[in-house]
């Protein structure tokens, strides 16, 4: 119980030999309304006298006890205070959590509890008081989430609840929740649990509030995003306010990879470059064939002991997706990532949200295209069929390609809603090698049904490297 509450001890007190009586007073015992804004604040304050030791020169410890008023003390909490002590403070939070999880007392409504104080004298062997209870009337409140996520087409994941992204819950703010993502063109919203779109918070009065959503029934207004941007979000339940700002730029536009899993080794004055993602700048690729063997990320060439991004333990799991920036020789231990088998692999490393994903890779066994500059058409059913290589990360096309568009699908019969390697813009030129692959709703790349475009018909030979997310689009 020492979590909930905060006791004010007096030092070398010695107990009064009188018969004064003990008493126990609070600093609000008429109404007391918690306020979850103000969660870590005093709520309430319990004093008690000094009492009596019976004329002894024992030691005299408190006990306070807490129980619903009419209960008559037959299920107390019951806390051994100490010697010397005479005070104790209860927070909103402490208090709210105390009535909630002892009483069930219902939220917004008064509730009755009793405070009293005993004594023990000495060993115990000496008969203690016991003070006059006193009535403490209280509201408590229903605490906000504790969990929150954005939802909706101007988001990487879409309106698929099981997979929205979290915010951050503020360390000192209650209520207070943060994002920093990329948002494209949409809307979006808030829910509290993963795959629930109720209790929702929506948007409310104007953009700069919210309205909590409990019913299919209320309201489903929702934020809107004109512009693809960084964007970072401050939410606020407890007061329904919401703060979206344009993010500023990232802190690195360049970084590199260095260690024996990658191909230049530990060649710091040339180490391999990431690739700045093309729909969000905080966001950094590395797609290699890499060795076993060890890397880490610096923001630098040419300088060990410059700034780099490390993981937080040395050779941690590839699962584990921490990230941390380390300034210069700050961290002693050198902490790297480790690759344990060899093989082809997709890293991203998020800046913003100081995460790394690392993921083996494999190829798709099958690639098409679909578009009318293809033969096939828009045929969803039987798209035009790329060749597999020798390299299995490798398709190609030889062939007419017509006036039109197309996108290269990695299966068929989806209905138009599956992955593609898409171009990062729409009708890019022909020259562009850049193919990212996008799954459905990922980014703007998909929202808007990026595709290439052929505006010169005749024989043509298209390449794709879907190890590197790259395109050849040659007219033979």
């Not at 991203?348 to 690392?358: D, K, M, P």
């Not at 813009?425 to 799954?439: E, G, K, R």
């Not at 049904?449 to 018909?457: G, V």
Request: hydrophobic fraction near 35%; aromatic fraction near 12%; charged fraction near 15%.
């Amino acid at each position: 119980m020492i979590i909930f509450f905060g006791c004010k001890k007096t030092e070398n007190f010695t107990p009064t030999a009188n018969n004064a009586p003990l008493a126990i007073t609070a600093s609000d015992s008429t109404s007391l309304v918690l306020n979850e804004a103000n969660r870590d604040a005093t709520a309430l304050t319990l004093n008690w006298t000094t009492g009596t030791n019976n004329k002894t020169s024992a030691s005299i410890t408190y006990v306070l006890q807490l129980d619903k008023k009419g209960n008559n003390f037959s299920h107390p909490i019951t806390n051994n205070i100490g010697k010397a002590v005479y005070s104790v403070n209860y927070t909103n939070g402490s208090l709210n959590a105390l009535l909630s999880a002892n009483w069930s007392a219902p939220a917004d409504t008064i509730f009755a509890l009793e405070a009293r104080v005993y004594t023990i004298v000495g060993d115990g062997n000496f008969k203690g008081d016991t003070s006059d209870p006193i009535t403490i009337n209280v509201m408590r409140y229903k605490p906000v989430s504790t969990t929150l996520y954005i939802i909706g087409s101007a988001t990487a994941t879409g309106w698929d609840a099981t997979t929205a992204d979290s915010l951050t819950p503020d360390a000192t703010i209650p209520g207070e929740f943060h994002y920093s993502g990329t948002l494209t063109p949409g809307e979006f919203k808030f829910i509290t649990t993963h795959g629930s779109f109720l209790p929702s918070y929506n948007k409310g009065a104007d953009s700069a509030h919210l309205f909590y959503r409990t019913e299919d029934a209320q309201p489903d207004d929702k934020f809107n995003i004109t512009l693809p941007q960084v964007y970072t979000i401050d939410v606020n339940l407890i007061s329904l306010t919401i703060n979206i700002s344009k993010a500023q730029a990232p802190l690195y536009s360049q970084l590199w990879i260095v260690g024996d899993a990658t191909p230049n080794g530990w060649n710091i004055n040339n180490p391999n470059q990431m690739m700045v993602d093309p729909f969000n700048p905080y966001i950094f690729h590395y797609n290699e064939k890499l060795n076993a063997g060890e890397f880490k990320i610096p923001t630098t060439t040419g300088n060990w002991g410059g700034d780099f991004y490390r993981p937080l333990t040395n050779h941690p799991a590839i699962t584990d997706t921490d990230a941390v920036l380390v300034f210069g020789n700050t961290n002693p231990p050198d902490n790297k990532w480790q690759i344990t088998t060899a093989g082809a692999y997709k890293i991203s490393l998020n800046i913003q949200a100081n995460s790394i994903h690392i993921n083996p890779f494999t190829p798709y066994a099958a690639l098409w295209m679909l578009g009318d500059a293809a033969p096939n058409g828009w045929n969803d059913d039987a798209p035009t069929p790329m060749t597999a290589t020798s390299d299995p990360n490798i398709f190609v096309y030889e062939g007419n390609l017509t006036a039109g568009e197309f996108k290269i699908p990695v299966a068929i019969k989806n209905g138009f809603a599956g992955p593609y390697f898409r171009p990062d813009m729409n009708h890019p030129p022909i020259t562009d090698t850049l193919a990212p692959f996008v799954s459905i709703g990922a980014n703007q790349a998909d929202t808007d049904d990026y595709k290439w475009q052929i505006t010169d018909p005749g024989k043509y030979k298209v390449t794709i490297n879907q190890l590197y997310e790259t395109i050849s689009i040659v007219k033979e």
